[in-house]
């Protein structure tokens, strides 16, 4: 047997990336992570955790408005972008020392430089260094998606809306997944003047008709206007700063900010894959089997960079499993039928399983039982929250 400088080397210090290694280096394997950016991946640094606390900074525009009916008297609120962006960015920070304590104190290395496959078992650094490993795994995640139409390059993704020097007056966000209804709803509540703006009719396909119906009718009750049919054409940038953002079967509209939430991209470009001889498909997703190994024996891949379902949690248990299969002698795979997801949007859904119309079309005839209600704190006439229970 040929001798390495580790038994597992993971590139990529996200969710899947770091639980894989992190369990690998507990079996008692020499672990070494490689992270250009910093530990804890997309969820960590600029995804689930710091828009989540967005979220919960936006509820409190309609609590405090509420609390009026419960009879607090309230002076005029104001809200204070700055101080809640560096809050979330401290809080990042944090978290990105946790989870490097968590790799260091189990035993693996943690390499800040870029790592590329030069070779069926070597790896080549930013530094130029070269190491070898037994096992290599790639978890190097997805970035936003990038439209590419004259002026696309003045939109921003949500990785740079937690950046925001202010709050824009006017935002069109472009998409209709989670993404784009998540910070349709924390600008909204922050002050902005929001428009989303869809290619196709329909908002969060995957989930049950009766949700996103219902959550639609709720966005526009609350003020959010949405463009359904509208593919971009051109955004210029105007003498002001601001942008004119023309699309197909509408009117040109002015906006201070253009996001995109149009999807996500595996990062697998400059990974030297072709060097290691690792397949990927149409998309850039690297190809895995139920093991999450590629086809190099030796080689393994988990998380966004896939193409599989794109959840942090699924990557967490994709990391596990192959941590269990390759160094604790329990060959392991992930069961994808019944994941549950949500949507931080205002309201809030969620879903697990099948949706009503993919129930129908696998079992043919079936019984649905529905509830609507409201709470009680929501009767008081004149709530804003009142209209976003269900």
Not at 25 to 39: D, N, P, T
Not at 127 to 154: D, K, W, Y
Not at 284 to 309: L, M, P, Q
Request: glycine share 10%.
């Amino acid at each position: 047997m040929p001798d390495f400088d580790y038994d597992l080397f993971t590139i990529g210090a996200g969710s899947g990336g770091v639980r894989a290694s992190r369990v690998a280096a507990a079996y008692g394997a020499k672990v070494a992570v490689a992270e250009e950016y910093r530990v804890g991946g997309t969820c960590v640094i600029r995804g689930c955790v710091p828009k989540k606390m967005l979220v919960y900074g936006a509820h409190f525009a309609e609590d405090l408005e509420d609390a009026k009916q419960f009879g607090w008297d309230i002076p005029q609120a104001r809200f204070d972008w700055i101080s809640l962006r560096d809050t979330v960015l401290k809080d990042v920070d944090r978290l990105n020392g946790i989870y490097t304590e968590t790799l260091e104190n189990h035993g693996a290395e943690i390499i800040h430089e870029r790592a590329t496959l030069t070779g069926p078992h070597e790896i080549t650094l930013g530094s130029g260094r070269t190491v070898t490993a037994r096992h290599i795994l790639i978890a190097t995640g997805a970035r936003p998606h990038l439209p590419e139409f004259p002026g696309s390059e003045h939109g921003i993704t949500s990785n740079e809306a937690f950046h925001l020097d202010a709050l824009p007056k006017r935002v069109a966000i472009a998409g209709a997944g989670y993404i784009a209804n998540e910070f349709a709803g924390i600008f909204h509540q922050f002050g902005s003047k929001v428009t989303v703006i869809n290619r196709s009719d329909q908002l969060l396909r995957g989930y049950d008709q009766a949700l996103r119906d219902r959550l639609l009718q709720i966005s526009i009750t609350k003020g959010i206007q949405f463009r359904f049919n509208a593919q971009f054409q051109r955004i210029a940038k105007n003498a002001d700063g601001s942008f004119t953002v023309e699309t197909t079967g509408h009117d040109p509209m002015d906006v201070d900010l253009v996001m995109f939430a149009t999807g996500r991209v595996p990062n697998s470009e400059g990974l030297g894959l072709d060097a290691a001889g690792v397949a990927i498909d149409e998309k850039g997703a690297i190809c895995v089997d139920e093991y999450s190994k590629t086809n190099v024996d030796h080689i393994y891949a988990v998380g966004d960079v896939t193409g599989r379902v794109q959840l942090t949690p699924v990557a967490i248990r994709e990391g596990q499993a192959v941590a269990d299969t390759v160094f604790g002698g329990k060959p392991t795979t992930v069961d994808y039928d019944c994941i549950a997801s949500a949507v931080f949007s205002h309201p809030p859904l969620a879903g697990v399983g099948m949706t009503e119309g993919e129930a129908r079309n696998k079992l043919g005839s079936i019984k649905v039982y529905e509830s609507d209600f409201r709470p009680m704190n929501m009767w008081f006439p004149g709530g804003t929250s009142a209209a976003s229970t269900k």
